[in-house]
DNA sequence: AGGTGTGAACACTTTCACAGCA
DNA sequence: TGCTGTGAAAGTGTTCACACCT
């Protein structure tokens, strides 16, 4: 039944949810794509487009019930359960991760940390107290992780990523400035915050030149 | 001359231009959109395509020629003067910036720190010392500020923004995890961690399902 | 031979426009 | 009437294949 669903698709479906969200705090019940649109800067069109990939999910001259539509958003991306996640490198990536309250909101619960200096194997994070990094099998395993952060400098993150995966991690959220091997089937995403102020830098000095 | 160039071209030059740097590191002085390609995960034709749209940077037969196509996509891209930067919310993801070491080595200089906590303003931050958000609009213009980095909680953040470009701002990267409005011609960057780990958790979720 | 630069083919995404249901 | 769901059209991005230069 489901088809190849595209990546600008999910990221919006997201937004919809944080939306729908929202809405239901302020105490709306039903939704049209139109306002749903405005929200997350799209289109009504887009919108509807996005939803129909998944199933109809509204009723024909009334819209979306917000309720409703964000259980089957929720399902849909897989945020209708916890996640449990391992972070290795304890820098201050992992520090703010640690600390960021929607992390564990949105259903992603810190399991493990880890980290290589021994100056901080053996501190406590909250509950957690850091591990060394060579415990990352056993840290996967025995915590039943299913996703890894990987927050290490960028000569290491190969070699962790490579072994999270061996040891069962199911997808990678990486922050070293590299590009990572996974095999098929592993999904990883990349954050690289040079990688967006050069985009901001190209953006600007681009429209300066352009005529 | 130059039309419009898509997101992921721009996303891919930052990688050559990181390819590059590390084969020029290893003192190699030619090399060919394979090469490239290999790099960073991509198509010998995509390198080909994404360079031809700004002008013809190799020579039939050879490839290019390492340390100049550098020079080339660092102008491109802007990154070969230093851009000025302010950090507006000096929480976790305001520190772990500040001390990323990538940061003011891909010429990005942080030149100012705000936040609106009194036990934080009047701090120091290395040479920088925290000033109250009442003040972005000196901070800007005083500093030549040129691109703002949002790191404030999600209904602090529009007010940051449109303050911020009201200065002189000319760029964003917003980590509130909210759908900022800026003016046309203003480019503005999100980094969204909730929405890049739901993007994870819905690839392994359809995988498991989908046959 | 070797590898770039590029039009043309293809694939994918977004927008349009409207049939159809509440 | 109002708003969804969706084929068809338009627009964008990627891949192919080859002419052309060194």
Redesign the interface.
């Given at each position: 039944?489901?088809h190849k669903?595209s990546?600008s698709t999910?990221?919006r479906?997201?937004?919809y949810?944080?939306a729908l969200e929202e809405m239901d705090r302020q105490e709306e019940t039903t939704v049209s794509s139109t306002q749903l649109a405005e929200?997350?800067?799209t289109t009504a069109a887009q919108v509807r487009k996005d939803l129909s990939q998944f199933g109809s999910f509204g009723k024909r001259g009334l819209g979306y019930e917000v309720r409703g539509l964000t259980e089957r958003l929720r399902a849909?991306?897989?945020?209708d359960r916890r996640?449990r996640?391992a972070l290795v490198g304890a820098?201050?990536?992992g520090?703010?991760?640690?600390?960021?309250p929607?992390?564990r909101l949105?259903?992603?619960d810190l399991v493990g940390v880890l980290d290589v200096a021994d100056d901080k194997v053996g501190r406590s994070w909250g509950e957690l107290t850091i591990r060394h990094v060579e415990e990352l099998e056993d840290v996967v395993s025995s915590e039943d992780v299913?996703?890894v952060i990987i927050a290490v400098p960028a000569a290491a993150a190969q070699e962790v990523a490579d072994r999270a995966v061996e040891a069962g991690a199911?997808?990678?959220?990486n922050f070293a400035?590299t590009?990572l091997?996974v095999p098929e089937?592993v999904?990883l995403?990349d954050?690289?915050?040079?990688?967006?102020?050069?985009?901001?830098?190209?953006?600007?000095?681009?429209?300066e030149?352009?005529s």
């Open positions: 039944m489901t669903v990546d999910i990221r479906m997201s937004h949810l944080r929200w997350g800067g849909i991306l897989g945020v996640w996640v820098g201050r990536i520090a703010a991760l640690f600390e960021y929607n992390f949105r259903g992603f299913d996703l199911r997808g990678i959220l400035p590009q091997r089937g999904p995403t954050v690289n915050l040079v990688m967006e102020m050069e985009a901001l830098s190209f953006a600007i000095t681009s429209a030149q352009g």
